[in-house]
Nanobody, 126 residues
Framework: QVQLRESGGGLVQAGGSLRLSCEAS????????MGWFRQAPETEREPVAA????????TYADSAKGRFTISRDNDKSTMYLQMNSLKPDDTAVYYC???????????????????WGQGTQVTVSS
């Protein structure tokens, strides 16, 4: 099983930036598709961005396009989410996820993933 740990969350003003990190440990492999999700209070967990094992294929939610960038460094077993031009609507707990499958593409739905981090809070003030 893969253990995931997010970091980098915090409080930022609207228009600011944050970079989230997700470090994988345990039965790690650079061949796993990964993704970022977020969940605001009283809402369902929603996908933000996904990345293939190679990093060559990425997918973004419409709300993230042009503002967020997902990337990964397989040598460091770490995935990142660079978030720019943050808005109050981006306030949520952000989770990283990994799916233990050898697949060259990405997965989008939360139910597709079988490993999750504990989450990191992102709060954007207006």
């Amino acid at each position: 099983q893969v253990q995931l740990r997010e970091s980098g969350g915090g409080l930022v003003q609207a228009g600011g930036s944050l970079r989230l990190s997700c470090e994988a440990s345990g039965r790690t492999s650079s061949s796993y598709p990964m993704g970022w999700f977020r969940q605001a209070p009283e809402t369902e967990r929603e996908p933000v961005a996904a990345i293939s094992w190679s990093g060559l294929v990425t997918t973004y939610a419409d709300s993230a396009k042009g503002r967020f960038t997902i990337s990964r460094d397989n040598d460091k077993s770490t995935m990142y989410l660079q978030m720019n031009s943050l808005k109050p609507d981006d306030t949520a707990v952000y989770y990283c996820a990994a799916k233990e499958v050898h697949y060259s593409g990405t997965y989008w739905r939360a139910n597709d993933y079988d490993n999750w981090g504990q989450g990191t809070q992102v709060t954007v003030s207006s």
